[in-house]
C-alpha cells in the first residue's frame, strides 16, 4: 500500500504558534549540506535563495528534502515574480515563497494568484507529476493546496513604500517583507541600510501591515537595527547568512593565525600553517 501523507503547516500556522517572532537565515551557498546544517540550528526559519545565489530546480529540491524533519520553516525566493517559475517552485513542495521587487498591488496580486489553481488563480495543474503532492500521495492535494501556501512579497523600492496602502489590501497574501538594502538604492543612500530615512520607510510600512493585520518581516544584519525592527513589530526576521558567517568566520580566522607571506626560500613544511 502507498504511504498516504498530509501537507504539512505553513507560514501562517508557524506564526500563529510561535510565542514571539520567528528569527531566521539565509541559506545561499546552494548546498544541501549547508541546508541542512542550518535548519538544526534552532532557528525557525530558513531563506533559501534564488535570486542572488546559485540555486536552480535541481539544488532547491535537495535542499527542502535536507531541511525536511527538522523544526525549521523554509521560504523560497524565485529571482523574479514570474508564473511558470512559481509553478515550478510549488511543485517541488515549496510552500512559503519571498517573492521579490514588488511594486504594486497588481504585482501582488498576480503573485496570490500564480500559487492557486483555477478558478481562484491561474497555477498549472500537475499534482500527478510533482513532490509537492507527492505524486498523488496526498489525498485532496488540489483542493487544499491552497490553504498551506503562503505568499510573502518584498517591498524594497521607493514605489512600494508609497503604493504599501493597497498592498498590504490585497486578499490571500501571506505578509510582506522589508529589503532595506534594496530600499536604500531605491532611495539613493545605496549600501546604508541604517540611513535614517531608510528606516524610517521601513517602520512606515511595519506600522500600516500591523492595521491591517498583515504580517511584517524584515532583513537586518546589524543586531541593532533588528531590536529596533522587532520593537516595532516586525514578525519574522532574518539575522544572518550562511556565506557571509562563512566569510567572516574564516576571515577571523586568518587574522588570529594567519602570518604575511612566507619567504619563497623557505621549506614549506618549515612555514606556519603547513
Not at 45 to 56: F, K, M, Q, R, T
Not at 182 to 196: F, K, M, N, Y
Amino acid at each position: 500500500m502507498p504511504v498516504r501523507v498530509s501537507p504539512e503547516e505553513g507560514f501562517r500556522a508557524a506564526l500563529a504558534a510561535h510565542p514571539g517572532p520567528l528569527a531566521g537565515m539565509w541559506v545561499c551557498s546552494g548546498s544541501p549540506l549547508v541546508a541542512e546544517l542550518a535548519a538544526g540550528s534552532g532557528l525557525d526559519w530558513l531563506l533559501i535563495d534564488a535570486e542572488h545565489s546559485p540555486n536552480g530546480l535541481e539544488s532547491l529540491v535537495a535542499q527542502l528534502q535536507a531541511v525536511h524533519g527538522y523544526p525549521v520553516l523554509p521560504v523560497l525566493r524565485p529571482p523574479v515574480l514570474d508564473p511558470v517559475l512559481i509553478k515550478q517552485y510549488l511543485d517541488l513542495g515549496a510552500q512559503t515563497l519571498l517573492v521579490p521587487m514588488v511594486d504594486t498591488a497588481e504585482q501582488a496580486e498576480l503573485a496570490v494568484r500564480s500559487t492557486l489553481y483555477p478558478p481562484d488563480g491561474i497555477r498549472g495543474v500537475g499534482s500527478a507529476l510533482a513532490r509537492a503532492s507527492r505524486w498523488n500521495r496526498s489525498e485532496g492535494y488540489l483542493q487544499h493546496a491552497g490553504e498551506t501556501i503562503a505568499v510573502i512579497v518584498q517591498i524594497e523600492s521607493r514605489e512600494a513604500v508609497r503604493n504599501i496602502e493597497s498592498i498590504v489590501q490585497v486578499p490571500g497574501l501571506g505578509g510582506i517583507f522589508l529589503g532595506p538594502a534594496d530600499l536604500a538604492a531605491s532611495l539613493g543612500v545605496l549600501g546604508q541600510q541604517d540611513h535614517p530615512e531608510v528606516i524610517a520607510a521601513v517602520e512606515h510600512c511595519l506600522t500600516v501591515a500591523a492595521a491591517h493585520g498583515v504580517a511584517a518581516g524584515v532583513n537586518a544584519f546589524a543586531e541593532p537595527l533588528a531590536r529596533r525592527y522587532l520593537a516595532a513589530g516586525a514578525s519574522f526576521v532574518l539575522v544572518g547568512a550562511d556565506v557571509a558567517l562563512l566569510a567572516r568566520g574564516s576571515e577571523a580566522l586568518a587574522e588570529r593565525y594567519a602570518v604575511g607571506e612566507a619567504d619563497p626560500a623557505s621549506p614549506a613544511a618549515d612555514r606556519p600553517g603547513y
